[in-house]
């Protein structure tokens, strides 16, 4: 594969933490149905980018963790597999909490405060231990940037 040509990883996590919430903020404000705000912002990033996402991952840590082992922390072998089954158990639930958001809106600010502290200590990790993969670089940022737009949410919502 060429160097040049982007991932399937950035590309879902571009699609995921970037193009669906914000043309689902745009689609809707347009439509106008709702105001252009934090409410707006966060109730579509914590369906698409912790919702969405973290439980598609979530699924497949599960059942193909070699991905994570390999892709992003460049780890040969199998002894992590077992630890990788069970954060996607943990991403599962997670994931599950913020859809379910989108249908009880209550448990937006739960589902933004667990997601976006899960994401700001996983980029923090990655910070710490440098990454050592193009993926894993991208894992980083896209952590502290969902991080960033959680707590941005949750401050101006004052839904913690």
Known sequence: ???SKPSLYLISVLLFMLILPVSSVAFEYFRH???LGWLLIGKWFVFWAIGVRVFIAGVRQV???????KEIFDLEGTESLVIIRELGLSNICVGLLAIISLFKPGWCGAAAFTGGLYFGLAGLL????KPVSKNEVIAMVSDLYIFVIMLLYLVFTRIY
Do not use: C, G
């Open 1 to 3: 594969m060429s160097s």
């Open 33 to 35: 149905t709702a105001d």
């Open 63 to 69: 059942t193909k963790p070699e991905f994570t082992a």
């Open 126 to 129: 990655h910070v710490i231990k």
